[in-house]
């Protein structure tokens, strides 16, 4: 009996050392979660069926993830608080396609394969301090950039169905970039101000300028009584505003001016024409788990400059001019707190893909549109898409949600017509040119034109711990 008893303390000081501190992810008398070591998860499992019919001629076989099952928003997440300094840390991470990364798989132009990879979405430390009836935070590190306030503000609630719009239209490359954040709020009214890298957080910096980009945010958030809650939101960006260098536009330095080829030019531009500004606004009303309505805008501006050969400073250089490009979008979902019914629109100068692009230009002016030497007459890129979706939802708890719904996306070319499948006798996908070129020469294998509409029905859900 001694002998056991022994080895029993033995035992027990033995591995007592081994024995770490226990984790402390509540305080007590305080809610969960509220002090210490926070730890969550997002998983968004998907299944997406491509409409495709003889009328629209989709025989479109390349690889994505709009047909079939895939995970598009997964992320794992651990914070820590320090509640009596006004410190928190937070790390996300987020599993993405390997193709959203790099062209070297068979979705772009390699052929290796699209395993998931795992990539940090947040990183930061947050100080927070109060000054009078105001509250101050300070963000250094990786974090998520002011147009994405409607999704974690709880306003555009169907992150996992579909990209918030401004994050669509592409107010900024990504919705995460590396810099310094501060955040200022006082009753309704907050402000909010960003220098961040301007790549975006899956870019290493200098790839696309060598400068910073400036964002910022003001909002007002009334909140009239517990039932309806309404906001107005400005934004604004300006790329490449600062701390660049005045000849970074050279040829293949950077992604404003790419290598021709050519060993006998060395072409370079203006900084202007690495630089974008953005302006967009985005109002709310929340009224009980039944009405959330939003509506909102955005207007981008790219900048010009003239293009010249420092091989032949004396030959006139190309311009090319300053161009615009706006877009509109509203969301209205309608239920209770179990189901509820949600339709999207989006329309944006730019497509066939989503993503608004500055394509308007000068040229569009009629003393311009004939010029010497031209076979037709020159006019501003008319292209421009339109986006909808509906979708139903069911609400099983606080923290999953079921949703099921359709997606269509119609574009229209640089001239405002819509834009066409082309495909021929054979079933092999072909071209407008090709497609022309028939009437006027024999082929052997006739091309039909087919109106383009990119059709999906989805399934999805999310689930939040």
């Known amino acids: 009996m001694k002998i056991v008893f022994r080895f029993i303390i033995v035992f027990f000081l033995f591995i007592y050392p081994v024995l770490g501190e226990e984790v402390v992810t509540t305080k007590k008398d305080e809610p969960d979660g509220y002090y210490g070591l926070k730890l969550g998860a997002i998983i968004t499992p998907t299944a997406s069926i491509r409409i495709r019919d003889k009328a629209s001629g989709s025989n479109d076989l390349s690889p994505s993830d709009k047909s079939g099952f895939s995970m598009p928003w997964t992320m794992f997440s651990i914070s820590k608080e320090w509640e009596d300094l006004g410190l928190k840390a937070e790390f996300w991470g987020e599993i993405l396609r390997n193709d959203s990364l790099t062209n070297d798989t068979s979705v772009g132009t390699g052929n290796k394969s699209n395993p998931y990879v795992f990539l940090v979405r947040r990183a930061n430390i947050a100080k927070t301090f109060e000054l009078g009836n105001t509250k101050h935070q300070i963000q250094f590190g990786m974090f998520e950039l002011p147009h994405m306030f409607s999704v974690w503000s709880g306003n555009y609630d169907w992150r996992y169905f579909d990209k918030s719009p401004l994050e669509s239209l592409g107010f900024a490359r990504d919705p995460v970039d590396l810099g310094i954040n501060y955040i200022f709020k006082w009753k309704s009214l907050s402000l909010q101000a960003a220098v961040v890298n301007g790549e975006g957080y899956r870019e290493v910096q200098n790839t696309t300028n060598t400068g910073y980009d400036v964002i910022g945010k003001i909002g007002w958030d009334p909140t009239w009584s517990d039932n309806l809650k309404t906001g107005i939101h400005l934004l604004g960006r300006a790329s490449n505003a600062f701390g660049y260098a005045s000849d970074e536009c050279r040829e293949g330095r950077t992604k404003c001016l790419l290598d021709d080829g050519n060993p006998n030019t060395r072409r370079q531009g203006p900084v202007s024409l690495n630089q974008e500004q953005v302006i967009a606004i985005e109002s709310h009303l929340?009224?009980?788990?039944?009405?959330?309505?939003?509506?909102?805008?955005?207007?981008?501006?790219?900048?010009?400059?003239?293009?010249?050969?420092?091989?032949?400073?004396?030959?006139?250089?190309?311009?090319?001019?300053?161009?615009?490009?706006?877009?509109?979008?509203?969301?209205?979902?309608?239920?209770?707190?179990?189901?509820?019914?949600?339709?999207?629109?989006?329309?944006?100068?730019?497509?066939?893909?989503?993503?608004?692009?500055?394509?308007?230009?000068?040229?569009?002016?009629?003393?311009?549109?004939?010029?010497?030497?031209?076979?037709?007459?020159?006019?501003?890129?008319?292209?421009?898409?339109?986006?909808?979706?509906?979708?139903?939802?069911?609400?099983?708890?606080?923290?999953?949600?079921?949703?099921?719904?359709y997606i269509e996306v119609r574009s229209y070319d640089r001239k405002g017509e819509p834009n066409k499948w082309y495909v021929d006798s054979t079933g092999e996908s072909s071209n407008r040119v090709e497609y022309i070129e028939q009437f006027s020469k024999p082929v052997s294998y006739p091309i039909s034109e087919y109106s383009r509409l990119d059709r999906s029905i989805v399934l999805k859900a999310t689930a939040t711990f």
């Open 286 to 405: 929340l009224w009980k788990d039944t009405i959330n309505l939003g509506i909102g805008g955005m207007f981008k501006k790219q900048l010009g400059g003239t293009i010249v050969d420092r091989l032949a400073p004396y030959q006139v250089g190309t311009m090319v001019p300053e161009s615009t490009g706006k877009g509109g979008y509203l969301w209205l979902g309608i239920g209770n707190g179990t189901l509820r019914l949600v339709t999207r629109g989006e329309i944006a100068t730019g497509g066939p893909n989503p993503g608004l692009r500055a394509t308007e230009t000068v040229e569009r002016e009629p003393w311009v549109r004939f010029q010497p030497g031209a076979t037709e007459p020159r006019y501003s890129d008319q292209s421009y898409y339109v986006g909808r979706q509906i979708f139903g939802e069911w609400i099983f708890s606080q923290s999953t949600r079921f949703a099921i719904g």
